[in-house]
């Protein structure tokens, strides 16, 4: 996917998206001169996650084990 930015983005700054518990995403730069330019815009890159069979996702932290599922769907759309 590709957004928008401007030279006060954080580029070191992550998103998470609520119905995909546990994951974070980023953009692929890591500085606004590392973005393409287009007319005089700036566009950062990054990879949601796409879905395309229900699976499920077991992760232990230092307490228990968590699963959850997720739907067919693209999650970690940048807010």
């Known amino acids: 996917m590709r957004v928008e930015v401007n030279e006060n983005t954080d ?3 992550h998103w998470v998206d609520a119905s995909a518990p546990n994951l974070n995403w980023q953009f692929d730069q890591r500085s606004f001169e590392e973005c393409e330019e ?3 815009i700036y566009y ?4 949601p996650m796409v879905v395309l069979k229900e699976m ?3 992760y232990l932290n230092v307490e228990e084990e968590t699963t ?3 739907g067919i769907g693209t999650y970690g759309i940048r807010p």
Request: charged share 10%; hydrophobic share 25%.
């Open 56 to 58: 499920t996702i077991t």
């Open 38 to 40: 287009e007319n005089g």
């Open 68 to 70: 959850y599922t997720l």
């Open 11 to 13: 580029f070191s700054q």
């Open 44 to 47: 950062a890159t990054y990879e």
